[in-house]
């Protein structure tokens, strides 16, 4: 739930924005045509992207590129509280502020990611506290300050601690990069999201997605899924020490005898059987 919500406009969008919100919450975010610094004042969640997943907990920011997000904002120890700061960043504006020219140091080699992690930075946290002293004072908030910040916040970025990662990013910042269904599946078949995450991810309804994968892969996505995951676990029980439950969890099953239960219908054994059986003396 939504629990307060401010935002500043520029040129008629919005630009930052200040959520808090109450867990439990899904926060999905389509962002085709903008990509966005987003910081965590409070909370902590894994954002998922088509081709990756990121872990970010108090204090921390990400600089997300155009795409597909979403987070599943849950109760985290004592508290069920986030407060996210969201700055927006549209190519037509930066092209504006920039009298078209995109500044030299952002055009560099590609990196094929989504997200990027901007490392904790006293000039990062700065920056955030000026931001939250304007929204406490929005009447001192004007166009030409709105502007001085979008540049002080690019230049802040590419300053800090992981500034290679970040140019890299920015270079292609307004160039998403489509991703097969085979790739995106590639990357989440060991998380816990459900086919219709995928789906979202692919920029697919879920019955788009079904009929391509089908197409595709000549089985459905939730038998791929767990056939792969069922190899990994036959190979985990070969080669590992970590036991049967860790190698359930690992592999991303529910329960331990969901585990199990799969693991014999596909091998016509437990998983314990077929671990003796391959070396009956090394993990007694």
Not at 22 to 43: L, S, T, V
Not at 252 to 264: D, G, I, N, Q, V
Request: charged letters at 20%.
């Amino acid at each position: 739930m939504v629990l307060a919500h401010q935002k500043f406009d520029f040129n008629g969008k919005c630009l930052i924005e200040k959520v808090v919100i109450q867990a439990p919450f899904r926060f999905a975010a389509n962002f085709q045509d903008e990509a966005c610094f987003i910081y965590f004042a409070e909370g902590k969640t894994t954002i998922n992207s088509a081709s990756e997943q990121t872990t970010i907990t108090q204090r921390e920011s990400v600089l997300l590129k155009c795409g597909s997000y979403f987070a599943d904002l849950l109760k985290y120890s004592d508290a069920d509280r986030f407060e996210i700061l969201v700055f927006h960043l549209y190519p037509d504006i930066l092209r504006s502020i920039y009298n078209d020219e995109i500044p030299a140091f952002l055009k560099t080699s590609l990196k094929n990611t989504f997200i990027q992690k901007v490392a904790t930075d006293m000039m990062v946290q700065k920056f955030v506290e000026s931001l939250y002293f304007y929204l406490d004072h929005p009447s001192l908030v004007s166009n030409d300050l709105l502007e001085l910040k979008i540049k002080e916040l690019i230049l802040l970025l590419v300053q800090s601690k992981n500034a290679a990662s970040i140019v890299s990013l920015f270079a292609e910042l307004f160039t998403p990069r489509i991703l097969s269904i085979k790739e995106i599946i590639g990357a989440h078949l060991f998380s816990d999201l459900t086919i219709s995450d995928l789906a979202d991810l692919s920029n697919l309804s879920l019955s788009t997605f079904n009929r391509t994968f089908k197409t595709m892969f000549g089985d459905t996505p939730a038998n791929y899924i767990k056939t792969k995951r069922l190899e990994r676990a036959h190979e985990l029980l070969s080669i590992s020490s970590l036991t049967v439950s860790e190698i359930a969890f690992q592999t991303c099953f529910p329960t331990l005898a969901h585990f199990s239960r799969s693991f014999k219908e596909r091998y016509q054994c437990s998983p314990s059987a077929y671990r003796l059986s391959i070396a009956p003396d090394a993990f007694k």
